[in-house]
């Protein structure tokens, strides 16, 4: 927790500037495991997911306005280093998917089992593209 909120002070005036808010949640799990859930918000223009599914919701707010690539670029960097500091302190993520180094961190016999598998079940990447860190190797 230390670390992360040095990380965090390190980033102060930043995100000051640019309306950056990390927050942290922590939750028990029986008597073996601990959640400690990171999230950093900012303002910015909406995603192109949040401006397919949102459309009407978002019809009438300016995007141009909203538009943050500085606080974006600051926020993914903040994101990136958590993730780096997570992984020096052992910690395991439940969360699975396309932000978290779950590919780099295996053995890379493991990583050579886990691509193969990937190669022949999904061989056009369509299945969930770069989750796990994983990309096809595209067939033709």
């Known amino acids: 927790h230390n670390a992360l ?19 942290c ?16 918000n900012w303002r910015d223009s909406p995603s192109d997911f949040q401006r397919h599914h949102f459309a009407e919701e978002l019809a009438s707010v300016d995007h141009a306005r909203l538009d943050n690539p500085e606080g974006r670029a600051i926020a993914a960097e903040i994101m990136r ?4 500091l997570f992984a020096e302190h052992g910690a395991i993520n439940f969360q699975l998917g396309k932000s978290y180094p779950y590919f780099t961190r295996l053995k890379p ?32």
């Open 25 to 40: 949640m922590f939750a028990t799990l029986s008597t073996h495991a601990m959640l400690y859930e990171t999230i950093v």
């Open 81 to 84: 280093e958590t993730r780096q």
């Open 109 to 140: 016999g493991n990583q050579s089992i886990l691509q193969t598998l990937k190669n022949e079940l999904d061989p056009h990447g369509i299945l969930n593209p770069e989750a796990l860190n994983l990309t096809t190797q595209q067939v033709k």
């Open 5 to 23: 909120q040095a990380l965090y002070q390190r980033y102060e005036p930043a995100m000051e500037k640019h309306g950056i808010s990390p927050k």
